[in-house]
Antibody, heavy 121, light 110 residues
Framework: QLQLQESGPGLVKPAETLSLTCTVSGGSISGSTSYWAWIRQPPGKGLEWIGNIYYTGTTYYKPSLMSRVTMSVDTSKNQFSLNLTSVTAADTAVYYC?????????????WGQGTLVTVSS | QSALTQPPSVSGSPGQSVTISCTGTSSDIGNDDRVSWYQQPPGAAPKLVIYEVNNRPSGVPDRFSGSKSGNMASLTISGLQAGDEADYYCSSYSTSSTWVFGGGTKLTVL
């Protein structure tokens, strides 16, 4: 059974960089057909896609976030990561990592439990 | 403001059917069948209930069904149960390899 688990600081200061890692267990990131995604949910609001990454490092980002987002993958640790720079209070959200099953599938069949990141001084 | 439009809330009594709509554009729902639906109970992560318009993952009861017409997709839940009470989100592939979500609909079982 595939499992995903987010980790990282729960509090980030304005203008700093938000960094999160997703650890995948029960399956390998590398050599699979899956894409790996970050999705966030501000408190009391809807879901927002941030971006996807393939194990080769190929990425797709939401255009409005592209200037601040970087995603990376570490196949040796079976992890992928998110960096979001110059954060503001609007970036306060529960951040989820998730799996897209294959390149042509645009749905998330496995999700992490989510981690709340608050942007505040 | 979300890319896909959903009603804020719907409700129904146990045993009844409810339908949740999701309106997009010709750049997303209207141009692609990669529409999916997620169920999110309070405090929990989303769970996939419908993918590619009308396909159910293993373990999702056949009371859940999806459809699409033009720029609108719909999720129908029949034989409502108390355990169905949750927020529901639609999503769709959009142009230039992007992924859009709806604002969510709160389902209340009366």
């Amino acid at each position: 059974q595939l499992q995903l688990q987010e980790s990282g600081p729960g509090l980030v200061k304005p203008a700093e960089t938000l960094s999160l890692t997703c650890t995948v267990s029960g399956g390998s990131i590398s050599g699979s057909t899956s894409y790996w995604a970050w999705i966030r949910q501000p408190p009391g609001k809807g879901l927002e896609w941030i971006g996807n990454i393939y194990y080769t490092g190929t990425t797709y980002y939401k255009p409005s976030l592209m200037s601040r987002v970087t995603m990376s993958v570490d196949t040796s640790k079976n992890q992928f990561s998110l960096n979001l720079t110059s954060v503001t209070a609007a970036d306060t959200a529960v951040y989820y990592c998730a799996r897209r099953r294959y390149a042509g599938s645009w749905y998330a069949d496995y999700w992490g439990q989510g981690t709340l990141v608050t942007v505040s001084s | 403001q979300s890319a896909l439009t959903q009603p804020p809330s719907v409700s129904g009594s146990p045993g009844q059917s409810v339908t949740i709509s999701c309106t997009g554009t010709s750049s997303d729902i209207g141009n692609d069948d990669r529409v999916s639906w997620y169920q999110q109970p309070p405090g929990a992560a989303p769970k996939l209930v419908i993918y590619e318009v009308n396909n159910r993952p293993s373990g999702v009861p056949d009371r859940f069904s999806g459809s699409k017409s033009g720029n609108m997709a719909s999720l129908t839940i029949s034989g409502l149960q108390a355990g169905d009470e949750a927020d529901y989100y639609c999503s769709s592939y959009s142009t230039s390899s992007t992924w859009v979500f709806g604002g969510g609909t709160k389902l209340t079982v009366l």
